[in-house]
């Protein structure tokens, strides 16, 4: 099923390559800020007919057309393109992410980083893997000598002043915060050591379900910002080496 997962991932990165920089429309989602394009309806349409082609029981949640129930145990949960925003100003930030889950628990989860040409994969309890190379997250245990990253929810307003806070409380105690725009990403990051670690708040289940068990299965740890477990419908995560979570964790509990 892996397999197949990652062919449809494939497939799916190259219509979205192909459509970058292109000429597209966007038309607006909840606000001006929150953009859908032609090609993230495009690209869901194509892995929704794969699915119901090669797994017609299953059932599926996908971000631009919803959730389409069966009696299966399995649920494919699909971002078509995470990181609209990026895709549509033309920087070449996105991915598509693809998990499945069977009885609620994420089984599979695949992102393909379309511009960097690697597919990150993970099965539960056989590891994670940036195209054949086995992922490590980091062994760095100092926030001061940390690489953080997170993202902004698209209601920011309804958030602040809390997210100005405590960013500006993570510039000063790590090394350095990046935001890249797209949380899969960020997630796949984290599981290759390359990111220390990542919080965000008000996340949606298919912006973290193949990418939570990527970290996981690269030795990382996903809670919520109290550092309880999550499932993919809870909105916060905080996904790190597992190194440094207390010290986050203290800074967006206090
Ligand atoms: C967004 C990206 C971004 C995150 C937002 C998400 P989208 O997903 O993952 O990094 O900060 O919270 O909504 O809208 O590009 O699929
Ligand atoms: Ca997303
Ligand atoms: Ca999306």
Redesign the pocket.
Known sequence: MLNKIIEIAKEAGEIVKDGFQSKFEIDYKSNST?LVTEYDKKVEAVIINFIRKEFPSHSILA?ESGQSEKSSDFRWVI?P?????NFAHGLPI?SVSIGVQRNGKTIFGVVNDVMMGTIYSAELGNGSYSNNTKLKVSSNYELKKSLLVT????DLENYLPNISEKFSEFLLKSRAVRR?????I?FCYIAAGVFDGYW?M???PW?MCAGKLIVEEAGGLVTNFSGKDIDIFSKEILATNGRIHSQMREILTS
Do not use: K, R
């Open positions: 929150d971000e971002d393109i995470d990181g609209t925003t996105f993202g902004f929810p698209y890249l725009g797209s949380a899969a960020d965000e008000n996340l949606y912006d």
